[in-house]
C-alpha cells in the first residue's frame, strides 16, 4: 500500500535532520487502530538519538497528547 505521508512541525526539523509521520493508512475511522512512524532522513555524517540517548544527547522522543495513542514502539533503526 502507498504511504500517507504528514509534515511534522517546524521544530522537529533542523538543516540536518528532516522528519516527517508516514502511515499506509489514508484515512481512518473513530475507534480504529493503525500505526504510524516516524521517518527521519538524515544528512552523511550527521546523526539522531534512538530511545537511548548514549552517553550524551537527548533520545528521540514523540508528544502524543491528547490522543488515545498506545506505547512507543522502537524497530531497529535501518540505514538505507
Known amino acids: 500500500a502507498p504511504l500517507m505521508a504528514w509534515a ?3 521544530d522537529a526539523a533542523t538543516e540536518h535532520v528532516q522528519a516527517r509521520l508516514v502511515s499506509s493508512q489514508a484515512s481512518v475511522a473513530a475507534g480504529q487502530r493503525f500505526t504510524v512512524a516516524l521517518e527521519q532522513t538524515i544528512k552523511p555524517h550527521w546523526h539522531t538519538y534512538w530511545k537511548n540517548p548514549g ?4 533520545a528521540t522522543s514523540l ?3 491528547g490522543t488515545q495513542a498506545g506505547p512507543l514502539q522502537w524497530p531497529t533503526p535501518s540505514i538505507q
Open 8 to 10: 511534522v512541525p517546524p
Open 55 to 58: 552517553d550524551s544527547g537527548q
Open 63 to 65: 508528544d502524543w497528547s
